[in-house]
């Protein structure tokens, strides 16, 4: 079987070697940190050791799967792999030297594949000497559970490398949706008013517990700032900032305040043991959550018709990539026609008139929005 190797041993990059390696494939792995790379089968371990509690997964099957991925010293240790997955910070130039060192020492047909959700995956592969090698492998917090992985195919990757990609991935179990590269691909763009209209209440004076507590009576598996606290506020405002940047600062992608001043006080969520709710968990959903959930989801189905009119994404794939990326219970267009044309549109006209003037241009309707829903 192919050998894969994983370089970035953090939450996904630990997630990610689960998923090929639960598939049977042997994983090679690597982490510049000793400590992280000394510590990423136990915490694998640790992660999964409540499943074989409840009978979930056989205590043989654990240690297979442990078995199968080998932590190595160094780079060097990845140069018979056949893809090789880096997971390492949203950091143009860490990724970008990363891919370049592991390019020099694998072979010309190896795959490389970032993990990227905020970069561009035509800049990264710019900076190679075989640029068709490399394609963006999206995946979801934490990896093991969530189905969805986007494949982003920039414009020179060849046809070899992403059919590759493609194949191991969803032999793995993954549903693999292609995507272009463009800001923010298909999920991390269309999601992008799940937080933003979150973080607008938030600034208006409602509190995280509110907002998440009513977003769980529509059925989403988390609320907003549950899921920024699951994910890590620095990586949402990496992911935010490089929308905003590549989108003009249109302000569909303004960055919050009150999002920045998570990074820069360190409140990161679960990795940093505070984040804007947790450790707490929401409270019950206040007596207006309905106008909250008409208010979020009349935005994800305005941005989604964003993309659509931009040529990125077919409406049907938007909403698959939204409900298995993100466990939404439904995608944007989907969530949108529950409420129906009318309560959508005068919802987003009524946003525009209340919002402060540097805002009101988050709720302009897109042209194609009404035939969309
Ligand atoms: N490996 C295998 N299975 C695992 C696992 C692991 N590491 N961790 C959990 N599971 C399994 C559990 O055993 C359980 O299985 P069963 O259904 O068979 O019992 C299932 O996954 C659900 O786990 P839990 O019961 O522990 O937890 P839960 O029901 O509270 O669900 C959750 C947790 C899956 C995270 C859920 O809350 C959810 O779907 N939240 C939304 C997460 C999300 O949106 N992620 C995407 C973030 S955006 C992103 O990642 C993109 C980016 O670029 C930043």
């Known amino acids: ?69 080998a932590i190595a010293p160094d780079l060097s240790a990845l140069a018979p792999c056949d893809l090789v997955i880096e997971a390492v910070i949203e950091d143009f130039a860490a990724k970008r030297d990363l891919l370049r060192e592991i390019e020099a020492m694998t072979a010309p047909k190896t795959v490389l594949a970032t993990n990227t959700s905020a970069l561009s995956v035509g800049a990264l592969a710019h900076a ?27 414009k020179g990757a060849s046809p070899e490398a992403l059919s590759l990609a493609r194949t191991l991935t969803g032999r793995a179990g993954k549903e693999v949706i292609a995507c272009a590269d463009s800001p923010g691909f298909i999920v991390n763009r269309c999601a992008r008013p799940y937080y933003g209209e979150a973080l607008a209440l938030l600034e208006e004076g409602r509190s995280a517990s509110d907002i998440d507590a009513a977003m769980l009576a529509a059925g989403y598996r988390m609320g907003p700032f549950s899921l920024i606290d699951l994910v890590g506020a620095d990586i949402n405002l990496a992911a935010t900032r490089g929308l905003s940047a590549a989108m003009t600062n249109h302000p569909r992608y303004h960055v919050f305040k009150a999002l920045e001043d998570q990074v820069s006080e360190g409140r990161l969520g679960r990795k940093s043991g505070k984040g804007f709710l947790f450790p707490a968990t929401p409270g019950p959903a206040p007596a207006d959550a309905a106008a909250i959930q008409l208010r979020i989801e009349a935005t994800l189905a305005n941005e989604a018709a964003t993309l659509v009119e931009a040529g990125g994404a077919a409406p049907d794939d938007i909403d698959r990539a939204m409900r298995l990326g993100l466990n939404f219970p439904r995608g944007p267009f989907e969530g949108a026609r529950r409420h129906g044309r009318e309560s959508i549109l005068s919802e987003l006209v009524r946003l525009a008139r209340l919002a402060p003037a540097r805002l009101a241009g988050r709720y302009a309707i897109c042209d194609n929005l009404p035939d969309l829903i």
């Open 1 to 69: 079987m192919e050998r894969i190797g994983i370089v970035g041993l953090g939450a996904m990059g630990l997630g990610i070697a689960q998923v090929y390696a639960q598939a049977g494939h042997t994983v090679v792995a690597f982490d510049a940190s000793t400590a992280v790379r000394e510590s990423s089968l136990d915490r694998l371990r640790s992660s999964l050791e409540p499943r074989v509690a409840s009978g979930k997964l056989p205590a043989e099957e654990l240690a297979l799967l442990l078995d199968r991925i």
């Open 128 to 154: 190679l000497t075989r640029p068709e090698n490399l394609v963006g492998l999206h995946f979801f917090n934490p990896a093991p559970v969530m189905r969805l992985v986007e494949l982003v195919a920039h």
